[in-house]
C-alpha cells in the first residue's frame, strides 16, 4: 500500500507560480510511473503531466506545455510540479498518481492523493 500525499497548493494571481509536491509514503515510487492530473468543479478530471521512473519519458497535456514542469527525487520518493504564468484556467484540484508506466489516462493509475487547491485569480 502507497500513500500520496499532495503539498503546495495555494491562491496565486494570474502570471504568478506555484510547485506542487507529492510525497510517498509507505512503499517506494521505484518503477512507478508519476502523474499530475486535475479537477475543476463540474468538469471530469483531466491530464495534466507524466513522468516515468527513470524520467527518460514525459508527457504535458497541450494546455500546460511550456508553463509547468514535472520532475521527480526518488531517492526522496517526491514528485513535483513546477506551475508556472498560471492562468485563472488552471484553476483546481491538483491530484498525483502512480501508475504502472507512464500515461495519459486515469484509468492507468491505481493510487491516487487527495488532491491540493490550486486557485489563480485574474
Known amino acids: 500500500q502507497v500513500q500520496l500525499v499532495e503539498s503546495g497548493g495555494g491562491l496565486v494571481q494570474a502570471g504568478g507560480s506555484l510547485n506542487l509536491s507529492c510525497a510517498a509514503s509507505g512503499r517506494t515510487l521505484r518503477n512507478y510511473a508519476m502523474g499530475w492530473f486535475r479537477q475543476a468543479p463540474g468538469k471530469e478530471r483531466e491530464f495534466v503531466a507524466a513522468?516515468?521512473?527513470?524520467?527518460?519519458?514525459?508527457y504535458y497535456s497541450d494546455s500546460v506545455k511550456g508553463r509547468f514542469t514535472i520532475s521527480r527525487d526518488n531517492a526522496k520518493n517526491t514528485v513535483y510540479l513546477q506551475m508556472n504564468s498560471l492562468k485563472p484556467e488552471d484553476t483546481a484540484v491538483y491530484y498525483c498518481?502512480?501508475?504502472?508506466?507512464?500515461?495519459?489516462?486515469?484509468?492507468?493509475?491505481?493510487?491516487w492523493g487527495q488532491g491540493t487547491q490550486v486557485t489563480v485569480s485574474s
Open positions: 513522468i516515468s521512473w527513470r524520467g527518460s519519458s514525459i
Open positions: 498518481a502512480r501508475a504502472r508506466s507512464v500515461a495519459r489516462t486515469t484509468g492507468q493509475y491505481n493510487y
